[in-house]
């Protein structure tokens, strides 16, 4: 397509060298519609429930439960505290700072000075399309610690750890933003971010994960809160339902079984997930479907779902829930789902061979469940042919799944280079697939986050495959940790990788006629990254001893890009 919007941009808007920002306090509160009816008038859509609390679990506990007082009651104390010893954490202690929530202060005016201006900025003409999201994304495992505090019960976050991870006492306290969120969300406030997009957890809503269980009355108030907060501060929620922190409930004998597709084990396989998850996903949308707009059903579960039947539970449950909000709730927002998408480009793109093994890889990650969900299509051919028991769907399933999403989220963190290798397409028993290190699914994939280069063009699909969708992508910035607070702050790196990964948006939306609707960054602070902290994703970063955050210079920028092309500017 001819470049018009952009030359027509530069005509009527030259590029000023301009004083002008935008990373500025955000108006509160937001102005809200009501997506959904109360929880006080859908209730009556779920079986009865019962509330109540739990206490705290302590470090070094090892009473076995049939010495505490409520022995006999299958979801009381007692059974709650086995859940815990039965998850038999590597050196768990709390070790926290915060065991209540903190008030917010204002964020100090001698924090939200801007970054002088960078010399190479990106130099584009194109404004965002009216409506465009912009916001920060986090999980509630990679930020909350307070792992055992107020009723939770253990989830596969922390016990994946156990086999590898760097595990250790303080692994377990994340940001603490359980306690800290409400200066948490004042900071995204003061500089203006729009959407948080953030994970509720389940094992914290229903510490006995499955239906016809108690619900925690602590957890239901503070998701409550932090939805509330972040509408008061004139931000708005995007929810995540499971985020890499499937019960352990699902998992706790699944140690031995075959293991084909994603990195770890997300317990999707198991003949009990479904019902519980739907169980879960309808009392949470009660709960707070009146204030969210969008809701995403799993976080990227190609990464851990290990066999055909956790992919084929994904899709029907994603499916069910859908259907659920939509039809019985009668939810007026958006469900979707978001997966990671290390798209490949061909090596060579005059090469059919490169082109094909580009098209397969990128299909079995992105297609094996966007293309039922999204196009009512069958499981690509190189996930049938890949995956044991990965049986068709039928034309009636097809019908009931295909269309059942509203937007998608691609996920993008890394690209990667197909050129086919010997041999026979085999699934990897590890993640070597995406985390990019072998040449396993017959790709060469390079790491575009570490050291590698990364192609970005060929004849591949994906694209407008699938339709309205929003891309999440973050960059880590090696060797951050051992640096100094001002230096960890001049994250320039990340500044351009933002900058840049937006300009190809922009340019994506108005020269390749994508519809994308919305730009999150991962992530918020620097956090828990599956065992360590070290991957320095941060928009802040914190300090470890004392939790206390600061801004990098890409926060700034991030905000500055986006709000200086919205439409109204
Ligand atoms: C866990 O604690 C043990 C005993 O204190 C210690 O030897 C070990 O190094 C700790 N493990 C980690 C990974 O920190
Ligand atoms: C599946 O979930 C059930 C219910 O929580 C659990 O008892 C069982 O151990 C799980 N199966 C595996 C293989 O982990
Ligand atoms: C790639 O696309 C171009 C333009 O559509 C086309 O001319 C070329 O033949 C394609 N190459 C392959 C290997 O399909
Ligand atoms: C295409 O790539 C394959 C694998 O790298 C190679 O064996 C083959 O010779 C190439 N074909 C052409 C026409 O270049
Ligand atoms: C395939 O399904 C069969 C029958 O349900 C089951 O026994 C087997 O473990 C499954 N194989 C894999 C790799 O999931
Ligand atoms: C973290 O805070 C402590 C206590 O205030 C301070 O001594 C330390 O220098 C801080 N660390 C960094 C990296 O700024």
Redo the contacts with the bound molecule.
């Keep these: 397509m001819v470049n018009l919007n952009r030359l027509l941009g530069c005509v009527v808007w030259p590029v000023a060298i301009t004083t002008a920002h935008y990373a500025e306090s955000a108006p509160k509160p937001t102005a809200t519609s009501t997506y959904g009816r109360p929880y006080s008038e859908v209730s009556s859509l779920l079986p009865p429930l019962r509330t109540t609390t739990w206490g705290s679990f302590e470090p070094g506990t090892t009473a076995t439960p049939s010495k505490r007082a409520d022995d006999n009651d299958p979801f009381g104390e007692a059974q709650w505290t086995s859940s815990w010893l039965a998850a038999d954490l590597l050196n768990y202690t709390t070790v926290g700072i915060y065991t209540t929530t903190v008030a917010a202060t204002p964020v100090p005016s001698s924090e939200l000075v801007f970054p002088p201006a960078l010399p190479f900025a990106e130099k584009d003409c194109y404004n965002f399309p009216e409506g465009f999201m912009f916001g920060i994304a986090t999980s509630a495992s990679q930020q909350e610690g307070a792992i055992a505090l107020e009723g939770r019960t253990p989830t596969i976050s922390e016990t994946i750890m156990k086999g590898g991870g760097v595990s250790g006492a303080t692994n377990y306290v994340a940001n603490e933003h359980y306690y800290l969120y409400k200066q948490d969300i004042e900071r995204m406030a003061a500089i203006g971010a729009e959407y948080f997009s953030f994970s509720i957890s389940w094992a914290r809503i229903l510490p006995f994960i499955f239906p016809d269980t108690p619900v925690n009355q602590e957890a239901v108030d503070h998701y409550d809160d932090v939805i509330n907060t972040v509408l008061n501060a004139g931000l708005k929620p995007m929810v995540t339902l499971i985020h890499f922190d499937t019960p352990y409930a699902f998992v706790r004998d699944s140690v031995d079984l075959d293991f084909q597709i994603g990195g770890w084990r997300g317990g999707y396989d198991n003949v009990t997930f479904p019902d519980a998850y739907l169980h879960y996903a309808k009392l949470v949308m009660s709960l707070y479907g009146d204030r969210v707009s969008h809701w995403i059903t799993f976080n990227e579960p190609m990464a851990h779902t290990n066999n055909a039947e956790g992919v084929r539970n994904v899709i029907t449950c994603h499916a069910d829930i859908w259907h659920w909000y939509h039809e019985t709730y009668e939810g007026k927002g958006m469900v979707g789902m978001k997966q990671f998408d290390y798209f490949s480009a061909p090596l060579?793109p005059s090469?059919a061979?490169?082109v094909q093994t580009a098209n397969d890889f990128n299909d079995f990650w992105t297609g094996t469940i966007y293309r039922p969900l999204c196009l009512g299509e069958d499981y690509p051919s190189i996930y049938k042919t890949s995956i044991a028991n990965a049986t068709a769907f039928t034309e009636e399933e097809l019908s009931y799944i295909g269309g059942s999403i509203d937007f998608i989220g691609l996920d993008m963190y890394g690209g990667t280079i197909a050129?086919?290798q010997p041999g026979n397409f085999t699934p990897s028993p590890s993640l070597k697939c995406i985390s990019m290190s072998g040449t396993c699914f017959g790709v060469d994939l390079v790491d575009v986050t570490n050291a590698g280069w990364t192609v970005g063009f060929g004849n591949t699909s994906g694209g407008n495959t699938y339709s309205t969708g929003f891309f999440q992508f973050g960059f880590s910035n090696p060797g951050d940790s051992e640096k100094d607070l001002d230096d960890a702050r001049l994250d320039v790196a990340s500044s351009l990788f933002i900058t840049n990964v937006l300009t190809e948006l922009l340019e994506s939306i108005w020269e390749d006629g994508c519809n994308i609707i919305g730009a999150f960054v991962w992530t918020l602070t620097d956090d828990w990254e599956f065992g360590t902290y070290e991957g320095r994703y941060g928009l802040q970063t914190v300090n470890r001893t004392t939790q206390e955050r600061s801004y990098k210079r890409s926060f700034f920028d991030y905000v500055d890009f986006v709000k200086s092309r919205l439409p109204n500017h």
């Design positions: 060579d090469n061979s490169h050129l086919p």
